[in-house]
């Protein structure tokens, strides 16, 4: 049968080498440059992978870091390939087992290489995979390895040929099935290095000293922008798209965007002017109507502010700049926190004064720089009242924390010295006799009305 002469050709090929002298070369090459490479590949990953980290021009290290998994097939796919070169000085003309290797890691580089750019597009931290990510990786593993089979029977010829010969009629347009893979094939392709691309150009802007964070931000999202229209540009000019026709999906967009998007629109817009205006930046303290947080993102749409209780807050931009915003730390993250003592009237005020100062300044968190400032503020009904005010630089690391520090100080201070915090006590007096009970009954209190 014709369909199956490609592979009878391939059995030969290969039973034939198994008597010429050149298979123990063959397959010395093989093992040699499946331990060179993926040798040499752990070297360099282990070499340079981690420089980054200690310096600031890890260019290469991050290289080698990001390609550290494709780098072994592709180091023995170019061992193999020399070692074919090497073989044919020599005379060695049959080589079919390497040809049969070479296939075989570069398929193993297509799904290493597809795999990294996917978890690194979208699984969370690079590491979170989900449920529908694994299957797409499962099925794209398949296919890979069922067109390495079609390539080595020789069977993707015929394979081919009849996707290119079976037309599909689409509106007026007529197209074959091999155009609409190629097309879709194209875009997929090129969105998926755009996004890595953005993605990588983000994490190594992140690590740049020198540059303020808000720029970062900035400068990230908007080559992310750019090279995902450059990428959907070059997907159109591959599938034949006319990109005239931009400018009436264009007009479309502006009616959607005056009709039903002004929302999405004014979010995108405030995020920009949050970055640029440097209003606000990661890491800030800040408190927006009822939310209040630190700032862990700031995107083009929503800022996420975190609490000191864990719980996360997504506030849209237009909050943000149309709304009055609390930032503990804009130009000064200095903030001064009180808290409130009594002692009793015959308490030397002086004396208390300076202990409670010297109590404040005892806690690590509370700036010596700013000495804490104690006041007598009122004659209270129950003692004098005192007001501690205390400085901190670290409102991010919250204000409770450091509060329960200093009053424990204070308190430890006033017990130290016996000094008596007074309670509240009240006396009553009844005014006006108070008829007893009469003997052997019992008295009711009724409550007027």
Wanted: overall charge neutral.
């Amino acid at each position: 049968m014709p369909q199956q002469q490609p592979l009878l050709n391939l059995i030969d090929d290969l039973t034939g080498d198994l008597n010429d002298p050149s298979l123990l070369w063959q397959l010395a090459a093989i093992i040699v440059s499946v331990l060179i490479g993926f040798g040499l590949a752990r070297l360099l990953k282990k070499r340079y992978g981690r420089q980054e980290a200690h310096t600031h021009s890890g260019v290469l290290g991050f290289g080698v870091e990001s390609f550290g998994r494709v780098m072994a097939p592709l180091a023995v796919i170019s061992l193999l390939a020399l070692s074919r070169v090497i073989l044919a000085k020599f005379h060695y003309t049959h080589v079919n087992w390497i040809k049969i290797a070479m296939p075989i890691f570069g398929s193993l580089a297509v799904i290493r290489f597809t795999f990294y750019l996917v978890r690194r597009v979208f699984a969370r931290n690079g590491r979170t995979i989900s449920a529908t990510m694994l299957a797409f990786e499962k099925t794209f593993q398949l296919l890979v390895w069922l067109a390495f089979v079609l390539y080595i029977t020789g069977l993707w010829v015929d394979v081919f040929a009849f996707m290119d010969g079976t037309v599909l009629p689409i509106g007026k347009y007529k197209v074959t099935i091999a155009d609409i893979l190629q097309a879709t094939a194209s875009v997929i392709v090129l969105l998926m290095l755009a996004l890595w691309a953005g993605a990588a150009l983000e994490e190594w802007l992140m690590k740049v000293q020198g540059m303020h964070t808000n720029l970062r931000v900035v400068v990230s999202r908007t080559a992310r922008a750019l090279l995902i229209l450059v990428a959907v540009l070059m997907s159109l000019s591959l599938v034949g798209i006319d990109l005239t026709v931009l400018s009436v999906f264009g007009g479309a967009l502006g009616v959607g965007l005056g009709l039903g998007l002004q929302k999405i629109a004014s979010n995108y817009v405030s995020g920009f002017v949050i970055l640029l205006d440097r209003s606000l930046t990661i890491g800030d303290m800040i408190t927006v109507d009822k939310y209040s947080g630190r700032v862990t993102q700031i995107n083009t749409r929503y800022t996420v502010l975190q609490g000191l209780d864990g719980m996360e807050s997504i506030v849209p931009n237009e909050m943000l700049v149309s709304g009055a915003v609390q930032n503990s730390s804009l130009t000064n993250s200095n903030v001064n926190i009180s808290t409130k003592v009594s002692v009793a009237y015959d308490t030397d005020v002086d004396m208390v004064i300076q202990l409670l100062t010297d109590a404040a300044l005892s806690v690590e968190r509370v700036l010596k720089d700013k000495p804490p400032s104690v006041n007598l503020t009122t004659f209270g009904a129950d003692g004098l009242d005192l007001t501690v005010n205390f400085w901190i630089r670290d409102p991010e690391n919250g204000r409770g924390g450091v509060t329960s520090d200093v009053n424990r100080a204070i308190w430890r201070a006033l017990k130290e010295h016996n000094i008596s915090v007074p309670f509240p006590q009240r006396e009553m007096r009844i005014l006006g006799p108070v008829p007893a009970p009469l003997a052997g009954q019992e008295s009711t209190i009724v409550p007027k009305e």
